[in-house]
């Protein structure tokens, strides 16, 4: 999910700022997401069931 110029993984909620972190652009259902590297697996194994959805992590990361 893109928000106030970053770029956060819609499973963990990892930034850009974190440079350990490669964000990689993906769509559920209709909706563009973003996964980092290291849980790319757990979409792998996990579905679409470990993507939150951009509202889901908006309310997340604005707390
Ligand atoms: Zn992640």
Excluded at 1 to 20: F, R, S
Aim: aromatic share 4%; with cysteine; hydrophobic share 35%.
């Amino acid at each position: 999910m893109k928000l106030n110029e970053k770029v956060y993984c819609n499973v963990c909620g990892a930034n850009n700022e974190d440079p350990t972190k490669v964000l990689v652009q993906a769509v559920f259902g209709q909706n563009p997401v973003h996964i980092c590297t290291s849980c790319i697996p757990s979409v792998i194994h996990g579905g679409s069931d470990v993507v939150k959805t951009n509202d889901e992590l908006k309310a997340q990361v604005e707390g």
